[in-house]
């Protein structure tokens, strides 16, 4: 990409676990850089590297220097150690990643759960924009979640606010309660119901077919039952634990990213299947989808960047 003459506000970087994303904004919101490379697996060294590649590549694009940068990443710095935690790109985990780009990129950084990026993103100029407690959730290969109110991140004492995906799915019948443990060694997440492969996994089992989710979903909207059967239980999974995050934190919007926010018939469905649940006469909770898409997460990571300092 070549250079740009408007002056960039801050850099974003999205780092999943098969890209990573830097982005530009401008202070009017407007992205001015996107660029992309695949994410090193399994090595924590070649992560860092690329991301120094990346910002060097963006910083001499846009005719800059020394900006300020956010990141958002999976899982979270621990209070305790400043290392990384709870990341299912295990690589990450118990790594000094902060100090280690901050020597690396010689500035200081912002770093945050990705889902707390979403939930940034759509509170600040997204679907939640206004709204006082927006509860952003990530419904990809993996199930996260964050909360901004007033449009600043919610993090908590011990730093593990909206951490929704690794809570018990709730109302289990026996046959949930049966479900293989989840990559974090616990049995019955979230995560394992509402990730994307926890669809598809769960409609080989019911139907015996292997099929991705995104293919399950296709074949729903064709007619075919047994995979209408799957995307239903879906649905009143999604609404069983949204109820108890409503029940909970009562948020104004619960905005829905990754993969499986695309899926239209959800925002018609949950709400009306989620009433059940919520200890309130009546719900008002606005259920969106996130209004900047895949971008959001890299959105959110750049607005962290202006608050560096």
């Known amino acids: 990409m070549g250079q740009v003459t408007d002056a960039p506000a801050c850099l974003g970087i999205d780092l999943g676990g098969t890209k990573i994303e830097i982005a530009a904004l401008g202070a009017d919101g407007r992205f001015l850089l996107r660029e ?26 846009l005719g800059a220097t020394g900006l300020s940068v956010g990141m958002g990443i999976p899982g979270s710095l621990s209070p305790m150690t400043g290392r ?3 990341a299912n790109s295990t690589a990450l985990n118990g790594q000094p990643l902060l100090q280690d780009l901050q020597a690396l990129l010689g500035r200081p950084l912002r770093l945050e759960n990705d889902a707390n990026c979403l939930a940034l ?15 952003a959730a990530i419904l990809g290969t993996g199930v996260g979640a964050g909360v901004a109110v007033r449009g600043q991140v919610l993090h908590g004492r011990n730093g593990v606010a909206g951490e929704w995906g690794h809570n018990p799915l709730p109302l289990a019948t026996p ?50 039952a047994a995979a209408q059967a799957s995307l239903a239980r879906y649905a009143e999974r999604l ?6 995050v409503i ?33 309130s006469d009546s719900v008002r909770t606005l259920l969106r989808p996130a209004l900047h898409g895949d971008s959001s997460g890299v959105r959110g990571a ?3 960047g202006t608050q560096v300092g």
């Open 36 to 61: 992309r490379c695949a994410t090193p697996q399994g090595d924590y060294r070649a992560t860092l590297q690329a991301i120094r590649a990346l910002v060097r590549q963006a910083e001499a694009s």
């Open 121 to 135: 993103s759509e509170a600040t100029d997204g679907a939640g924009a206004g709204a006082e407690v927006v509860f």
């Open 84 to 86: 990384v935690r709870n």
């Open 247 to 279: 029940n909970l934190l009562d948020p104004d919007v619960i905005v829905l990213g990754g993969g499986m926010s695309n899926v239209k018939e959800l925002y018609e469905q949950v709400p009306r299947l989620w009433a059940p649940h919520v200890f």
């Open 175 to 224: 046959e949930e309660l049966a479900r293989p443990a989840c990559w974090c060694g616990r049995v019955g997440c979230v995560e394992t119901w509402l990730s994307g492969p926890g669809l598809a996994r769960d409609h080989a089992c019911a139907a015996g077919q292997a099929l991705g989710a995104e293919a399950v979903v296709t074949a729903a909207r064709a007619g075919d």
């Open 302 to 304: 750049a607005w962290l």
């Open 239 to 244: 609404a069983r634990a949204l109820a108890g």
